[in-house]
């Protein structure tokens, strides 16, 4: 298993959708055969059609507002000492998330292939809202599968997609997370394909899904080449990325220009959701080293039993909160590009806190599992290193949890 | 060569110029030994026995079969429990086929060989995997046909007729037609006459192969649908063992009512 240079990630797989000859795939019902292939040879399509492209650096650049700011954190490099830490704040999109960038390209494929709904499933509520606001936008009915867990701790987000005029769905199977939202959603598509677009949210699912929310979240990566090109005339000779890894889409788009260097120039880190400190349970099958097996159609590290019955998660994080990852993150531990690791919620909270004292930026509980990374290695680490952390998310969706545990809201 | 016991059945219900009736519930669904005991009073109605084996994430069941896979696993279920059903189900007199169904991840981390294997030990005859299509299930149904255990291919509307012919090619003595667009147990949302235009369909690209219709058929509809060469009821059997517990009746007694009457209505 090697990665091949020049070549994006998202299109290393072979004739089967399989990443490294055994991540992804397409694990699907019969019925889903078709849909799926359909799906395949538009998105193929249309990835190589200008007019297509073009339509989507319009909406990209003129309504979810990329590219978006990279800054320097002054105060807390000086107040941790060692390497230079910046971000890359892409809670500046339009809605506050990277997720507005796939469901954007997924709305402008639903109405290329002429549908007129739309189904996606969320967990920290940014997939679902972000659909319903480029949902509402290109004129498509929206529908959104949260779990019922996730419905409660979320509440923000659940109120801007009921605004959108999205219809949202319940579910209250399993653990009422993401996962059962996912299979939920699924379920739906199984039984409504002919009419309706299924938005994965992030880069999970059968192989095509994986793709196309890669293909959307590289934009991240593309943009901040060229400001780190801008602010320090060349890539340093030490750098880090690091990136929460939930299902991995963020994390993916942020680090897709850079896995062809040498990783002992630009180190790519992913930080999993290690749940509550006291708790066995976790969200981190990377980190943890979870068995293989397949979760919603694709091959991949994820967390079960010995049976094979997917095993509940737990993570103050419900973007994190996932039993599986993508089959790209999977390959790229595999093959050793990119380090794995966890932080707890504990040290996601510690970090919110350090971070929302010392700089203007309010990173959701996601990043904040990336930010207690930089600020535990950082101190360590010489002042020409630097680190970048991606700031995915904006932690308004979090107010209720954080006046919970830390008494106060930024 | 002689005849599967799968190939038997057909053959049988054939001579009796009526489908093939066969029955889903999920193993250890409400628990072990009533599971097993629904299993043998069924026995005598029904043609062929499916037996799920439940998974807690399923992308293709609807409610009736989720919440028996739920309660299942709840009860403690555990992939063991099937094969132990089975073979003690195996040793009754008038013991049927049995086919289990299920989801790969299950038969991923039980090992294929392993699983096959006990799936011979146990006396199992046909497997139905939800989510390894074709062609990516062409080396394990190879695998199967080597134990003489028959990897039963699925088709459904969505299948091209080009697909289809390479499925059937590919397929062992019996194909699972899916009726409609929907998980298990939707309500019917095609006409039942339509349901068998696609299967005359299917039926002429290789006559030999016996097609079962399943996925929303219900005691109201499987009259309408006896011309074909077997029929699958799953979610109202579920449902049966739901309403027994609610109403704290003997599932066990319930479901050897429902599938004689299912039985009724398509001699």
Not at chain 1, 130 to 148: D, E, H, P, R, T
Not at chain 1, 184 to 203: K, Q
Request: charged share 25%; proline share 4%.
């Amino acid at each position: 298993m090697k990665l091949k240079k020049g070549i994006p990630l998202i299109d290393q797989h072979d004739k089967n959708g399989l990443w490294g000859g055994k991540f992804g795939g397409n694990f699907i019902p019969e019925t889903l055969k078709k849909p799926v292939e359909d799906l395949n040879i538009l998105f193929e399509k249309l990835r190589k059609d200008k007019n297509f492209i073009k339509e989507r650096d319009y909406y990209f650049k003129n309504w979810i507002n990329t590219p978006t700011p990279f800054i320097k954190l002054e105060n807390i490099t000086k107040h941790l000492g060692g390497a230079q830490i910046w971000a890359k704040v892409v809670s500046e999109l339009n809605g506050g998330a990277h997720k507005i960038l796939n469901s954007t390209v997924h709305c402008l494929i639903a109405k290329r292939a002429g549908r007129k709904y739309i189904v996606g499933d969320t967990g920290a509520g940014y997939a679902g809202k972000m659909l319903s606001m480029s949902a509402k936008k290109f004129g498509l009915k929206c529908k959104i599968f949260m779990g019922a867990k996730d419905i409660k701790r979320q509440k923000p987000n659940v109120d801007a997609m009921k605004k959108n005029g999205a219809e949202i769905f319940p579910v209250y199977t399993g653990s009422q997370t993401l996962v059962d939202a996912v299979s939920e959603c699924m379920r739906y598509w199984v039984a409504n394909n002919d009419t309706t677009h299924l938005c994965v949210g992030s880069t999970v699912g059968p192989a095509v899904f994986i793709k196309i929310c890669g293909w959307s979240t590289s934009q991240i990566s593309r943009e901040l080449k060229v400001q780190i090109k801008e602010e320090f005339g060349e890539i340093p000779s030490k750098l880090k990325l690091i990136n929460c890894v939930g299902g991995g889409s963020s994390s993916y788009g942020f680090w897709n220009e850079f896995i062809d260097y040498d990783k002992k120039q630009i180190e790519l880190i992913g930080v999993e959701a290690g749940g509550p400190k006291k708790s066995k349970k976790h969200a981190a099958p990377l980190t943890n080293n979870s068995k293989m097996g397949v979760l919603h159609g694709s091959m991949q590290y994820v967390i079960q039993n010995s049976d094979g019955q997917i095993e509940e998660t737990e993570s103050i994080s419900a973007g994190l909160d996932y039993s599986g990852v993508s089959a790209l993150h999977c390959f790229l531990k595999d093959v050793g590009r990119a380090r794995y690791t966890s932080a707890t919620d504990e040290e996601a909270l510690e970090a919110y806190k350090l971070i929302t004292k010392y700089e203007n930026l309010n990173p959701s509980l996601e990043p904040s599992h990336a930010f207690s990374e930089a600020c535990k290695i950082a101190p360590r680490l010489s002042n020409d290193t630097v680190i970048i952390v991606n700031s995915c998310g904006d932690a308004q969706k979090d107010r209720d949890i954080l006046k919970k545990r830390l008494g106060r809201y930024k | 060569m002689s005849l599967s016991p799968i190939s038997l059945v057909f053959r049988r219900c054939k001579k009796e110029k009526r489908p093939a009736l066969l029955t889903y519930i999920v193993a250890g669904d409400p628990n072990k030994k009533k599971s097993l005991n629904i299993l043998k009073s069924i026995s005598e109605n029904a043609d062929i026995l499916e037996l799920g084996v439940g998974h807690s994430t399923p992308i293709a069941d609807g409610g009736q079969i989720q919440t028996s896979s739920y309660r299942a696993i709840k009860n403690g279920f555990k992939m063991k429990d099937t094969f132990q059903i089975v073979k003690r189900y195996k040793k009754i007199k008038n013991s049927k086929p049995v086919i289990l169904m299920g989801y790969y991840n299950m038969i991923y981390q039980y090992g294929e060989n392993k699983f096959l294997k006990k799936c011979k030990q146990s006396g199992v005859s046909g497997l139905i995997v939800v989510d390894l299509p074709w062609p990516e299930n062409k080396n394990f149904a190879k695998k199967c046909k080597k134990k003489s255990i028959s990897f039963v291919q699925l088709l459904s509307p969505t299948t091209s007729r080009i697909r289809m012919k390479k499925i059937i090619k590919d397929s062992h003595e019996m194909c699972y037609y899916i009726s409609m667009l929907s998980t298990t147990g939707g309500k019917l949302k095609v006409s039942p006459k339509k349901i068998l235009e696609n299967y005359n369909k299917i039926k002429k690209i290789n006559k030999a192969k016996n097609i079962v219709i399943g996925f929303g058929i219900t005691r109201k509809t499987i009259a309408s649908l006896k011309k074909s060469d077997g029929l699958v009821i799953g979610s109202e059997l579920c449902k049966g063992i739901t309403d027994s517990i609610k109403n704290g009746h003997n599932p066990v007694k319930k479901l050897s009512l429902m599938v004689k009457s299912l039985k009724r209505r398509i001699v």
